[in-house]
């Protein structure tokens, strides 16, 4: 091992290594200040001056567990500040976290412009005797085709791994704790720094694996949780045709020690599932991969909001009722529980199809304004208030601690309840007064049109 790699090594461990993280989004705000809790002085690089305002003065940029605290100590601990000025941040540090995002084009192939713009600051800095990491999700061959021809110079000395993000939006800090991290090492030194790094703050295991195989990895991960939540919801549909309950069937059938079915719902969304398995499948500057599988999932996936608008649309007709006099109420824009972030939601296409019918709707988040087109009501009781349908897209808490009876009371005659995320019960709901309707159970009559 070199005289060089050894200085760095030590500076990691005696936390005195600077790290400069760029891109400071759900993945890199929590990634850094999860170093700077750890003890480390960290840098955040972003484009964005409103979000580096907003960081440097300990306001929170989107919902995320302990976020407000967590920022608020790592003001007054001086070890953290954020910054538009990459080249300084960048020459001031030894080791260095890319974190930026990595979206899919609207022709659903990878947009690498971020990344791009990264590559070419790296390509025309000193990166001499530092450490050089890539969190961001990559099509497969990035490291090697775009990294790695930027950081590699001749006449300077670095290492390099891909250490595949795994952090779940709303639960960032402790699950940067307690997920297995992996380590896609681009040589022995590299890897030895970047688990000398990550077992800061990190408590579960470090795998170390070949950085072709992290790449793969990060995306099969996300494309078998889309292809479950796919698989989810078209036995949802089954459930709905044969008149029993999915509920029912998950508990029954994830009895059986090799089985576990996930939750049909409103449709996946989200910054990851939508677009990773279409990273896999699109290679770094090398042609497109078919796979029925996972192209029928993300079909099956997408296509969930216009479920949700047919069981609303023959919800109402059972109840005599129409969508375009009918007042809807909408609870969750956001994509999934507790979260701030709209991208991909469901709910987008499903108020943007019910608007199209010209019927009036009302919305409600807790963690966003947000509201596709509908109205926005800060207030959950005002938002369901004289509505004839409520559509409940998110299971976000303050929604599960609503009293049914309560909605009861506030709501037109033969109120409809469209529980897409199942957080109450069919039973209590039905002998409370509505008409409960959910994917995957509910006791529509076949074939109303
Ligand atoms: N969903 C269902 N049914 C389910 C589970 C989820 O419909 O049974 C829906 C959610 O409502 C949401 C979407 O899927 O709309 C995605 O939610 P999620 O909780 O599955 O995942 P993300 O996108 O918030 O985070 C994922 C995680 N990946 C895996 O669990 C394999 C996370 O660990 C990754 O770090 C993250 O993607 C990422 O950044 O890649």
Redesign the pocket.
């Known amino acids: 091992m070199s005289v060089q790699f050894e200085e760095l090594r030590e500076k990691i461990e005696i936390k005195k290594a600077q790290i400069c993280i760029i891109g400071l989004g759900q ?1 890199g705000l929590p990634t850094a200040l999860s170093f700077v809790n750890s003890g480390f002085s960290v840098t955040g690089v972003d484009t964005d001056e409103e979000l580096i305002n907003k960081i440097n003065n300990g306001i929170p940029p989107f919902e995320e567990e302990n976020l407000q605290e967590i920022l608020e100590n790592s003001q007054k601990n001086k070890r953290f500040h954020a910054t538009t000025k990459i080249e300084e941040a960048i020459q001031n540090s030894n080791v260095i976290i890319v974190c930026v995002a990595t979206p899919i084009t609207e022709n659903i192939r990878p947009d690498m412009t971020h990344l791009k713009i990264v590559c070419k600051s790296l390509a025309s800095y000193n990166l001499n005797k530092k450490l050089i990491l890539i969190e961001s ?1 990559l099509p497969p061959g990035t490291f090697e085709g775009l990294i790695l021809p930027s950081i590699q110079k001749s006449d300077e000395i670095c290492w390099s791994c891909y250490v595949p ?6 639960r960032a800090f402790s ?1 940067i704790k307690v ?1 297995p991290r992996l380590i896609g090492e681009l040589n022995t030194e590299s890897g030895i720094l970047a688990k000398e790094l990550y077992k800061t703050i990190v408590n579960a295991e470090i795998v170390l694996t070949t950085f072709r195989v992290a790449e793969i990895s ?1 995306l099969v ?2 494309t ?2 889309d292809v479950n ?1 796919a698989l ?2 078209e036995i949802g549909i089954i459930c709905e045709k044969y008149g029993i309950d999915f509920n029912e069937l998950v508990r029954v059938c994830n009895s059986h020690p090799r089985v576990n079915l ?4 409103p ?7 939508p677009k ?1 398995p279409h990273l896999l499948l699109n290679p770094f500057n090398s042609e497109q991969i078919k796979s029925d599988i996972i192209l029928n999932s993300r079909k099956i996936n997408d296509e969930m909001p216009n479920h949700v608008v047919t069981l609303i649309q023959r919800a109402l007709q059972e109840k005599n009722k129409n969508l375009e006099n009918s007042l809807i109420s909408v609870l969750g824009t956001a ?2 529980a507790n979260v701030s972030d709209v991208r991909n939601s ?1 709910s987008e296409k499903i108020i943007k199809q019910l608007l199209d019918f010209s019927c009036k709707i009302k919305v409600n988040d807790p963690n966003t304004d947000t509201s596709f087109g509908g109205l926005y009501e800060k207030n959950i009781l005002k938002t369901i208030e004289k509505s004839d349908l409520l559509v409940i897209l998110t299971d976000h808490d303050e929604y599960k601690k609503l009293d049914l009876q309560a909605l009861r009371e506030i709501m037109n005659e033969n109120p409809i309840l469209v529980d897409t995320k199942r957080i109450f019960d069919k039973k209590i709901a039905d002998d409370i007064g509505f008409f409960y309707v959910s994917v995957g159970h509910h006791n529509l009559k076949d074939n109303i049109n």
């Open positions: 993945v999700s993000e795994r952090l779940v939006p709303g699950e997920a990060k991960e996300n078998y949780r939540i989810a919801n996930h939750q049909p719902g449709g996946v969304g989200g910054p990851c599932l990773d994509y999934k469901p």
